[in-house]
């Protein structure tokens, strides 16, 4: 099964969208070792300034082992957003704006989650700034310009989202090849890297 019509988009540029989680390091390795063609221009990872700091070190790790360039781009500090204090022009109340995922519990008992806006803004809008600006993209484009590629597998289908752009195309190498997230693990502890 090949979701990606390498025919049409093969040979547009791609960029790994790396989180620096098992799934997109396990694809950056497999890039490096020329396993997936063709070879990402470059990486990027959003980052959030409150990662756990494991991340960071696994991160720097990573771009060690990577012949391409990783580009770390941002918005800001999310901890600092979700401890700011807001009010309201309307009413003079004071909120909280929630932009991580938090859960509570309804009035009729249930388990609901809060609005969150945490992804969009600062992992999904920062790659996609910085993927317009390498390749150039002109505003209000409509022709695909670059792959993005995206570390979802198999047991994670339901994150899986076509491009909300026309200049972009999405490409999921480890759904391409039916590959989990224990595959991943499996496949680094195989070939000898950290976990």
Same mark, same amino acid.
């Given at each position: 099964?090949?979701?990606? $019509?390498?025919?049409?988009?093969?040979?547009l540029?791609?960029?790994?969208?790396l989180?620096?989680?098992?799934?997109?390091?396990?694809?950056?390795?497999?890039y490096?070792?020329?396993?997936?063609?063709? !070879?990402?221009?470059?990486?990027?990872?959003? $980052?959030?300034?409150?990662?756990?700091?494991?991340v960071?070190?696994?991160?720097?790790?990573?771009?060690g082992?990577?012949p391409?360039?990783?580009?770390?781009?941002?918005?800001?500090s999310?901890?600092?957003?979700?401890?700011?204090?807001k009010?309201?022009?309307?009413?003079?109340?004071?909120?909280?704006?929630?932009?991580?995922?938090?859960?509570?519990?309804?009035k009729?008992?249930?388990?609901?989650?809060?609005?969150?806006?945490?992804?969009r $803004?600062?992992?999904? $809008?920062?790659?996609?700034?910085?993927?317009? !600006?390498?390749?150039q993209?002109?505003?209000?484009?409509?022709?695909?310009?670059?792959v993005?590629?995206?570390?979802?597998?198999?047991?994670?289908?339901k994150?899986?989202k076509?491009s909300?752009d026309?200049?972009?195309?999405?490409?999921?190498?480890?759904?391409?090849?039916?590959?989990s997230?224990?595959?991943?693990?499996?496949?680094?502890?195989?070939?000898?890297?950290?976990?």
């Open positions: 099964m090949s979701l990606f $019509d390498e025919n049409k988009f093969g040979n540029p791609h960029y790994l969208s989180g620096a989680g098992v799934q997109s390091s396990t694809l950056a390795l497999m490096a070792l020329g396993e997936l063609k063709p !070879m990402p221009k470059a990486a990027i990872f959003a $980052d959030t300034q409150a990662e756990p700091h494991s960071y070190v696994w991160l720097e790790w990573l771009k082992q990577l391409y360039p990783v580009y770390t781009v941002t918005r800001g999310l901890a600092d957003a979700e401890m700011q204090i009010t309201s022009k309307k009413t003079g109340k004071k909120y909280r704006k929630t932009l991580i995922p938090a859960f509570a519990k309804n009729d008992g249930t388990i609901g989650i809060l609005g969150r806006a945490c992804t $803004d600062y992992k999904i $809008d920062v790659i996609r700034n910085q993927l317009k !600006m390498l390749e993209v002109p505003r209000g484009c409509k022709e695909e310009k670059l993005q590629v995206i570390g979802i597998s198999t047991d994670e289908l994150r899986m076509p909300r026309k200049w972009w195309v999405a490409r999921f190498p480890l759904i391409e090849s039916r590959v997230r224990k595959a991943c693990l499996d496949c680094m502890e195989k070939k000898g890297f950290p976990l």
